[in-house]
């Protein structure tokens, strides 16, 4: 199985500050590596889909980028509803799997 | 607009069968994709854990290969999960889930589109 090795796991960030949250796989995974939000509430949304295409109606301050290993997620500008949980997610081969998941909090 | 809802016990004993139901309205399961189960672990780790296709077909996580079961009854338009023999470590919050994917010979697209809420099964005795 790739294994994907998500960092931090946990970040407290201001509002209109600029965060990054990084993600690498344990081998190459020819950028078939998505995003994805969830809320406090559970809810799950997909906000990125092959490593740097937004899903529609995700706002232009988030964005992805990466090859081979090495991917990441930068959100320009936190905005209140940007506080939740991150995680990659790589479909290059099945099974497909998680990063841990990155917790951004309020600091 | 495509909903999903994870219905089932809340709470499993170790040993017994845990068996859930994903609810779909608005898309037809045999119309096309892919149709998940992924769970999420106290401790925030998600893991996928199998699919049964439109056309019926399985995909499982060799992790859960001897333990698992999904599938679906098309008249309901549902899917279902069933997982044999859980202990402690299966306590998690179940999703189910339905992929979109596309294919032109240069891009590959895939991922976990539509998601359900989730629900919570706790294996206790």
């Known amino acids: 199985d790739i294994q994907m090795t998500q960092t931090p796991s946990s970040m407290p960030a201001s509002l209109g500050e600029r965060v990054t949250i990084s993600c690498r796989a344990s081998q190459g995974i020819s950028n078939y590596l998505n995003w994805y939000q969830q809320k406090p509430d559970g809810t799950i949304k997909p906000l990125i889909y092959?490593?740097?295409n937004l899903q529609s109606g995700v706002p232009s301050r988030f964005s992805g980028s990466g090859s081979g290993t090495d991917y990441s997620l930068t959100i320009s500008s936190l905005e209140p509803e940007d506080f939740a949980m991150y995680y990659c997610?790589?479909?290059?081969?099945?099974?497909?799997?998680f990063g841990g998941g990155t917790k951004l909090e309020l600091k | 607009e495509i909903q999903l809802q994870e219905s089932g016990p809340g709470l499993v004993k170790p040993s017994q069968s845990l068996s859930l139901t994903c609810s779909v309205t608005g898309y037809t399961i045999t119309s096309g994709y892919d149709w998940s189960w992924i769970r999420k672990f106290p401790g925030n780790k998600m893991e996928w854990m199998g699919y049964i296709s439109y056309s019926g077909s399985t995909n499982y996580n060799p992790s859960l290969k001897s333990r698992i079961s999904i599938t679906r009854d098309t008249s309901k338009n549902q899917f279902f999960l069933q997982l044999n023999s859980v202990t402690t470590e299966d306590t998690a919050t179940y999703y189910c889930?339905?992929?979109?994917?596309?294919?032109?010979?240069?891009?590959?697209?895939?991922?976990?589109?539509?998601w359900g809420q989730g629900t919570l099964v706790t294996v206790s005795s």
């Open positions: 889930a339905r992929t979109y994917y596309y294919y032109d010979g240069t891009y590959y697209l895939n991922w976990f589109a539509y």
């Open positions: 997610q790589q479909y290059d081969s099945s099974p497909w799997t």
């Open positions: 092959y490593t740097s």
